[in-house]
């Protein structure tokens, strides 16, 4: 009786407003929500996702959307000359705002400490400490760039493009069916840029060495030369791999994780059931009889999510790069998840071998 006196309160309130035109905001990239306006539909208005204005403004998807908030529309890391700066809701900590900065990186603004952003990010000030490279009680400038994630992930504003003038390899016959019913079109995106290096490592070689030149040009390349250089050996010495198909049970099975870890907030390959790659793919397909599953965050290319995946900076077993290469493989799907935490744009590769 408690709960629905309750609820019937929030009604009243709301009903209240309900014919009400709030007045917009002065503020360049906030909006103020009207009558029946909803997330999905101020996302679109402003071309942005409904994850992002979650992330900027530290609300859930599912959150009552009240009338006459205001809400951050537009990226607060980002200001231009022509428009005010965007003041978004502060994490107040010694009477300094925190608020989390898109991508997996950080600038610290005058005044803020690495405890402070450690915990706006969801982590100890001793493992944010350990991420970052820092001893005890070190203090940075403000304008230095702090790592926000152990996780192997890019600045998802940044979509990888190539604009080379370098030839490109010929393009291969067809590599999988453009479309499964059950997949979105950047899921098949990332299949098909699967085959597209499977059926033919060596000539994958080319975008390897544009998106580093790439990296190197912005004077922002964190692989080492002996690092590219040896997954260069490796692709060029690579047979023609089979292609792999799609497979609607597998998919369920990826899909199943990915809503599991996004609604927990952290990255792992085992389930809160338990259950590690191998076991959901055998359990949820019949026909197989092992799987693997490579996650990779912060990327909305599929180019850029497999060259990240190759070179595996930080794996010492190239595990990753052995899941995209693995010839015994015979069916892959591709989820993907959205923000899981801090990190963005997360992404399932679910490979799995048929019996």
Same mark, same amino acid.
């Given at each position: 009786?408690?709960?629905?006196?309750?609820?019937?309160?929030?009604?009243?309130?709301?009903?209240?407003?309900?014919? &009400?035109?709030?007045?917009?905001?002065?503020?360049?990239?906030?909006?103020? %929500?009207?009558? =029946?306006? $909803?997330?999905?539909?101020?996302?679109?208005?402003? =071309?942005?996702?409904?994850?992002?204005?979650?992330?900027?403004?530290?609300?859930?998807?599912?959150?009552?959307?009240?009338?006459?908030?205001?809400?951050?529309?537009?990226?607060?890391?980002?200001?231009?000359?022509?428009?005010?700066?965007?003041?978004?809701?502060?994490?107040?900590?010694?009477?300094?705002?925190?608020?989390?900065?898109?991508?997996?990186?950080?600038?610290?603004?005058?005044?803020?400490?690495?405890?402070?952003?450690?915990?706006?990010?969801?982590?100890?000030?001793?493992?944010?400490?350990?991420?970052?490279?820092?001893?005890?009680?070190?203090?940075?400038?403000?304008?230095?760039?702090?790592?926000?994630?152990?996780?192997?992930?890019?600045?998802?504003?940044?979509?990888?493009?190539?604009?080379?003038? $370098?030839?490109?390899?010929?393009?291969?016959?067809? $590599?999988?069916?453009?479309?499964?019913?059950?997949?979105?079109?950047?899921?098949?995106?990332?299949?098909?840029?699967?085959?597209?290096?499977?059926?033919?490592?060596?000539?994958?070689?080319?975008?390897?060495?544009?998106?580093?030149?790439?990296?190197?040009?912005?004077?922002?390349?964190?692989?080492?030369?002996?690092?590219?250089?040896?997954?260069?050996?490796?692709?060029?010495? $690579?047979?023609?791999?089979?292609?792999?198909?799609?497979?609607?049970?597998?998919?369920?099975?990826?899909?199943?994780?990915?809503?599991?870890?996004?609604?927990?907030?952290?990255?792992?390959?085992?389930?809160?059931?338990? =259950?590690?790659?191998?076991?959901?793919?055998?359990?949820?397909?019949?026909?197989?009889?092992?799987?693997?599953?490579?996650? %990779?965050?912060?990327?909305?290319?599929?180019?850029?999510?497999?060259?990240?995946?190759?070179?595996? &900076?930080?794996?010492?077993?190239?595990?990753?790069?052995?899941?995209?290469?693995?010839?015994?493989?015979?069916?892959?799907?591709?989820?993907?998840?959205?923000?899981?935490?801090?990190?963005?744009?997360?992404?399932?590769?679910?490979?799995?071998?048929?019996?």
């Amino acid at each position: 009786m408690k709960k629905i006196s309750i609820l019937l309160g929030i009604i009243f309130l709301m009903s209240l407003h309900i014919n &009400a035109q709030c007045p917009t905001s002065t503020r360049s990239g906030v909006h103020v %929500v009207q009558a =029946k306006e $909803t997330l999905y539909r101020i996302a679109i208005n402003y =071309k942005v996702t409904v994850d992002e204005i979650c992330e900027w403004n530290d609300i859930n998807m599912t959150d009552p959307l009240s009338i006459c908030k205001e809400l951050v529309v537009k990226n607060p890391e980002f200001e231009t000359k022509d428009s005010e700066p965007v003041t978004p809701t502060p994490q107040p900590q010694n009477n300094v705002a925190y608020y989390k900065q898109s991508g997996n990186k950080h600038v610290i603004l005058p005044g803020q400490t690495i405890a402070g952003i450690a915990e706006l990010y969801g982590y100890t000030e001793k493992k944010f400490r350990e991420i970052n490279s820092l001893v005890d009680k070190q203090e940075l400038a403000a304008g230095s760039t702090l790592a926000t994630t152990d996780c192997m992930c890019t600045d998802k504003d940044k979509e990888f493009e190539d604009k080379s003038n $370098t030839p490109k390899p010929p393009s291969p016959s067809p $590599t999988v069916a453009t479309e499964a019913p059950y997949m979105k079109q950047a899921e098949m995106d990332m299949v098909n840029e699967i085959n597209l290096l499977r059926a033919n490592p060596s000539a994958y070689v080319v975008h390897i060495n544009n998106y580093i030149n790439q990296l190197k040009a912005k004077n922002s390349n964190p692989f080492s030369e002996e690092l590219v250089n040896g997954l260069v050996t490796e692709l060029k010495a $690579t047979p023609v791999l089979k292609k792999l198909q799609t497979i609607s049970c597998m998919y369920s099975a990826a899909q199943k994780h990915g809503q599991d870890l996004k609604q927990s907030g952290t990255i792992s390959h085992q389930g809160s059931d338990g =259950k590690f790659p191998w076991e959901r793919v055998t359990s949820n397909c019949q026909q197989m009889n092992d799987g693997k599953e490579n996650l %990779v965050g912060g990327v909305r290319s599929s180019r850029e999510a497999i060259i990240l995946l190759l070179l595996d &900076a930080q794996s010492t077993t190239n595990e990753h790069r052995g899941n995209l290469l693995n010839p015994h493989w015979t069916h892959v799907v591709c989820y993907e998840i959205g923000n899981i935490g801090a990190t963005p744009s997360c992404w399932i590769q679910q490979f799995g071998q048929s019996k």
